[in-house]
């Protein structure tokens, strides 16, 4: 960390957040149970969260543009979502059997997103991906898959290839006998794309993609390279896959699937769709889904994929389900949180100033992110446009520095939810400016 006089600042304002830190320190290795919770020198404890503000254990407030993870599309605590779950405590809170609302959020699913024929709920997203890769696996009887790379799918040990850049380096120990199971493909470029799914065409299950780049760089997908996978997908026999956790009920009702007019043929789905709970799914094609039914079909032609001990818990369920019924009946919060999307992406862009380098927001929708670049005329169609020309030593800088002025974000951007405003946008806007005036760089 360059700036020492922000990491002061910070410090003195967080008192009770670094004692805690140095807690967690000695019982959570790393001190925290998402490496991208971590920021320098140590992240604030959350104590309370309301609508699109989030307070830290030493009464500090601020503007959250983190919206947990994503998940939270209304805001914190939204009124009918906890009237709801507050009733659902009362009939009990994990049964393990099934229940109707169950089926009433599947039925949600099904009329929201394009392509979903039949659902099975889990817990996670990073469950939801490993689910898709088995089925596609299941399916086809092939092994490959293909994936973006800087393509987050959670941290299921199928697919955690290929995520961070340097790209060729291993994201982990003890994940190396699938690795030569996982081909990376460059976002956005068609050509080299194709090229190497026709290399190995012939032993490939599925392509996983995200519509937009989440961890790459919020990076939208062009509408031609998502059309080139679905037609080379169905040219191969080769099942695809939207990764759709952070893009579904987000960029639109029925996600980047409705937003792009493409269907693909599995869909993963978590965050808005547990409206603040724990959740995941998979979606997609019934003939392909049905291959996970235990009853009736013997071992060795079904395809084993779980739920879990919680799947389908009640709060889960209801959560999401009076979270999609809200989105479906209020359809006018896409064009809000769309229209605030673009405004903040303009702020952040013509405000926030890094000496020596050239600020560009990018993302779509409700989605923003910025990146301090070195070559002002370079493009970011990949995350390896963005590993390659992306200063995230000024990101972090302007992230500590953003959030001494009451501003949270995390790598550099956020998430609109429907809670979020004019006084959000001013409050961001003023932010970029002090902080493009006294601190980051200087
Ligand atoms: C695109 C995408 N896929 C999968 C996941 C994993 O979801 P979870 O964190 O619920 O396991 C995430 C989480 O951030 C994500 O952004």
Redesign the pocket.
């Known amino acids: 960390m360059v700036n020492r006089r922000e990491e002061k600042n910070y410090e003195q304002k967080t008192r009770r957040s670094r004692a805690l830190f140095e807690r967690a320190g000695r019982l959570i290795p790393g001190g925290v149970c998402?490496a991208?919770r971590y920021f320098h020198p140590y992240p604030f404890f959350a104590e309370r969260a309301s609508g699109p503000r989030i307070w830290d254990v030493d009464g500090n407030e601020y503007v959250d543009f983190w919206m947990g993870?994503?998940a939270l599309i209304l805001g914190h605590n939204p009124p009918n979502v906890v009237e709801a779950l507050r009733e659902q405590l009362g009939f009990g809170c994990q049964w393990g059997t099934v229940n109707e609302l169950e089926l009433d959020l599947a039925e949600m699913v099904v009329r929201l997103v394009p392509s979903a024929e039949m659902v099975r709920f889990c817990?996670?997203?990073?469950?939801?991906?490993m689910y898709a890769c088995r089925l596609a696996r299941g399916y086809t009887g092939r092994e490959t898959i293909a994936k973006m790379e800087g393509?987050?799918?959670?941290?299921?040990s199928d697919l955690l290839y290929y995520v961070h850049g340097p790209f060729e380096a291993p994201e982990s120990l003890g994940l190396v006998p699938a690795r030569d199971k996982i081909v990376p493909l460059p976002f956005n470029d068609t050509e080299e794309t194709l090229a190497r799914l026709q290399e190995y065409k012939d032993d490939l299950a599925a392509v996983i993609v995200?519509p937009v780049l989440?961890?790459g760089g919020f990076l939208p997908a062009d509408r031609q390279y998502l059309q080139a996978l679905r037609d080379m997908c169905s040219e191969i026999g080769a099942v695809l896959i939207f990764?759709?956790?952070?893009?579904c009920f987000r960029i639109a009702p029925g996600g980047g699937q409705e937003y792009y007019s493409i269907k693909p043929d599995l869909t993963?789905l978590?965050?808005i769709l547990g409206g603040g709970l724990?959740?995941?799914a998979v979606a997609g094609a019934s003939e392909i889904l049905k291959l996970s039914n235990t009853i009736g079909q013997p071992k060795g032609s079904r395809v084993a994929i779980g739920g879990g001990t919680f799947s389908c818990n009640p709060l889960s369920m209801r959560a999401g389900l009076e979270t999609l019924t809200y989105l479906d009946s209020h359809r006018s919060i896409y064009e809000k949180i769309s229209v605030l999307g673009k405004k903040i992406r303009e702020v952040v862009e013509n405000s926030l100033e890094v000496p020596g380098r050239t600020t560009r927001c990018t993302g779509v929708g409700s989605l923003f992110r910025a990146h301090f670049l070195k070559d002002p005329a370079a493009q970011l169609r990949s995350a390896r446009d963005v590993h390659t020309n992306a200063d995230i030593v000024a990101r972090e800088e302007v992230r500590l520095a953003l959030i001494n002025r009451g501003i949270f974000t995390v790598e550099g951007g956020g998430m609109v939810s429907s809670s979020h405003g004019r006084d959000e946008l001013k409050l961001l806007q003023e932010a970029c400016e002090d902080v493009s005036e006294t601190s980051v760089g200087s």
């Open positions: 998402h991208i993870h994503g817990n996670t997203g990073a469950e939801a991906t393509g987050w799918h959670g941290f299921n995200e989440g961890s990764d759709e956790i952070i893009t993963c978590g965050k724990p959740i995941g």
